[in-house]
């Protein structure tokens, strides 16, 4: 299994990037695919995932209505689109995957515990 993340760089607050988590030896079904920030100091922090069964969404309070996640099945990649960016978003972006055992139905909270996979992260620089 290979997570490869990219699209990070540098942009101006209330700039927008868009995140790629290109994934290879699996398929999405049955998983929760998500997306982790850790900025300097601070530990990981859960931004946004995704569940392909049932297309529920998780976002943290911090990101909802400004980011969203998505999943091209075709290209076996996962989005982040990100916009209003601020500089508290400044921090490397991971994206992992957790494989289910069974449904637990729809994806109300996500750990950073709970992931099986990592990709190796972007850095994502906002300034103000």
């Known amino acids: 299994v290979q997570l490869v993340e990219s699209g990070g760089g540098l942009v101006q607050a209330g700039g927008s990037l868009r995140l790629s988590c290109a994934v290879s030896?699996?398929?999405?079904?049955?998983?929760?695919m998500g997306w982790f920030r850790q900025a300097p100091g601070k530990e990981h922090e859960v931004v946004s995932g995704i569940q392909k069964t049932d297309g529920t969404t998780y976002y943290a309070d911090s990101v909802k209505g400004r980011f969203t996640v998505s999943i091209d099945n075709a290209k076996h990649t996962m989005y982040l689109q990100m916009n209003m960016l601020r500089p508290e978003d400044t921090a490397i972006y991971y994206c992992?995957?957790?494989?289910?055992?069974?449904?637990?139905?729809?994806?109300?909270?996500?750990?950073?515990?709970?992931?099986?996979?990592w990709g190796r992260g972007t850095q994502v620089t906002v300034s103000s």
């Open positions: 030896g699996l398929t999405f079904d049955g998983k929760i």
């Open positions: 992992a995957v957790e494989i289910l055992e069974a449904y637990r139905g729809s994806l109300l909270a996500m750990a950073s515990y709970e992931m099986d996979y």
